[in-house]
């Protein structure tokens, strides 16, 4: 089950950000920073597996179209012409761990110990007939390319070995027993349509978000499917908050047209998997690895709070059993902090 105090203090922070922070200044769409957090901490589950994830992007705004891109997007299969395009750079680092973090060498029945740093570069269509108030649904595409180190070069040791030591938390052991160091590279391709907001007051509105994707590359590769549904007001100024991947789809970008506007979502996304080397091991070497299951699923809810040029997303991840002998599923939290300029 979702941490229900956890969510609690998470919504707590997303209200007191809004009380804060609202002003009623009108602020013009343009380029988004993100910063992404995600953690098991916020779930109150401790250290296992996914047990960190920071991320850090920023989104051109519409207008940014350097030429050769947009002639280069027009012979893909997909990103239809005629759309708004925003171009995305990022810089991430996840970490994963076994459950008993305590042990010099870790169960080899259990998740190994890895770390995955990456900068990603991407581009993001919305159909210009999202800009019509009247239109009866909204096409998002995001393709995102990310290259980076798998292994001791990740310098996960080095960033949880200082965390837990500054928290003064129990310190990990088995870190010399990671999976080795591998370049790795990812493609990753989602395709999100957003209904028409149904109205049930003035103020109050709800949505659905179906979506399919998926990803390609020694890192991950997948299919995912899944939906999502929002109840709120303002639901039009983005697509659900921002995760770092694999995860449910949203939007590293949101319009920022002032005032206040909130939504509470929930939303779950089915993935088949057919590569992850946090759990298979490295591609070209022997290395601590589990039997992966080849379907998992992530169900997930939580708030998103914009005012003005800010925007606040508090979310609990409910993860299925992704190996064999895994005998729960993970919890984990995700907090992202967002600025429109």
């Not at 910063?35 to 994830?53: I, K, P, W, Y």
């Not at 939906?227 to 590293?252: E, F, K």
């Not at 206040?260 to 979502?265: D, K, S």
Request: net charge neutral; aromatic share 12%.
């Amino acid at each position: 089950m979702l941490s229900i105090g956890s969510m609690h203090r998470h919504i707590g922070v997303a209200c007191a950000f809004a009380l804060f922070t609202s002003s009623g200044m009108a602020a013009p769409s343009g380029g988004v920073i993100n910063l992404q957090v995600e953690n098991d901490l916020f779930a109150g589950s401790g250290d296992r597996h996914f047990t960190n994830g920071v991320r850090l992007s920023w989104f051109t705004p519409p207008e940014t179209r350097p030429e050769r891109l947009i002639d280069a997007t027009a012979k893909l299969p997909f990103f239809e012409p005629g759309t708004r395009l925003r171009f995305d750079f990022g810089l991430g680092q996840n970490m994963f761990t076994p459950e008993d973090i305590g042990r010099r060498d870790p169960d080899p029945a259990d998740r190994p110990y890895a770390g995955w740093l990456y900068g990603s570069i991407g581009m993001t269509s919305e159909s210009d007939i999202c800009q019509n108030s009247g239109a009866d649904r909204c096409l998002l595409e995001s393709l995102e390319l990310e290259v980076g180190m798998v292994g001791p070069a990740s310098f996960a040791r080095q960033t949880q070995r200082e965390w837990h030591g500054l928290i003064d938390v129990k310190k990990p052991e088995g870190w010399r027993h990671q999976i080795k160091n591998e370049p790795g590279v990812v493609l990753f391709y989602e395709r999100k349509y957003r209904a028409k907001p149904h109205p049930l007051t003035d103020r109050l509105q709800y949505d659905f978000t179906p979506h399919f994707g998926g990803a390609l590359g020694n890192v991950f590769t997948y299919g995912a499917v899944g939906t999502a549904v929002r109840l709120g007001h303002g639901l039009w100024r983005d697509y659900g908050p921002p995760r770092i991947r694999p995860s449910l789809p949203g939007s590293g970008f949101f319009e920022s047209h002032g005032g206040l506007t909130w939504y509470l979502f929930a939303g779950f996304e089915a993935r088949a998997v057919a590569r992850n080397i946090f759990l298979d091991g490295n591609t070209f070497a022997d290395s601590r690895s589990v039997n992966r299951k080849p379907l998992i699923g992530d169900v997930q809810g939580g708030l998103v709070v914009t005012v003005d040029r800010l925007r606040l997303s508090v979310t609990q991840v409910l993860r299925s059993e992704e190996f064999k002998g895994q005998d729960k599923p993970d919890i984990f939290g995700a907090i992202s902090l967002s600025y429109a300029y």
